[in-house]
């Protein structure tokens, strides 16, 4: 089993930036994909950006692109998301989410992601 526990999230106005991170707990962490949704009221829960399990491959949604980044650090086990530039239609709950399988590669759906954190609210005001 794994934990995923979201914090960063929170009130900004169009412009700013936020940082998320996402600290796992309770399996190998550098072996595993890791992914960001969100998911805004209304909407069904969207691809973000994700990393391969070393870092070294990532993929972003063409509404982020060039704005967000995702990042790892396998010592401390979290996983993080700049997001700069930040838009009101960036507006959502923010999840991290950890593939199952070792060694997988990253993937932009949600069905291929078996562990989720809780998610963090981003609200941003125009």
């Known amino acids: 089993q794994v934990q995923l526990v979201e914090s960063g999230g929170g009130l900004v106005q169009a412009g700013d930036s936020l940082r998320l991170s996402c600290a796992a707990s309770?399996?190998?962490?550098?072996?595993?994909?890791m992914g960001w949704f969100r998911q805004a009221p209304g909407k069904e829960r969207e691809f973000v950006t994700a990393?391969?399990?070393?870092?070294?491959?990532?993929n972003y949604a063409a509404s982020v692109k060039g704005r967000f980044t995702i990042s790892r650090d396998n010592v401390k086990n979290t996983l993080y998301l700049q997001m700069n530039s930040l838009k009101p239609e960036d507006t959502a709950v923010y999840y991290c989410?950890?593939?199952?399988?070792?060694?997988?590669?990253?993937?932009?759906?949600?069905?291929?992601?078996?562990?989720w954190g809780q998610g963090t609210q981003v609200t941003v005001s125009s």
């Open positions: 989410a950890a593939r199952g399988s070792p060694g997988s590669g990253w993937s932009i759906r949600t069905s291929d992601y078996d562990y």
């Open positions: 309770g399996r190998t962490f550098s072996r595993y994909a």
């Open positions: 990393i391969s399990w070393g870092g070294a491959s990532t």
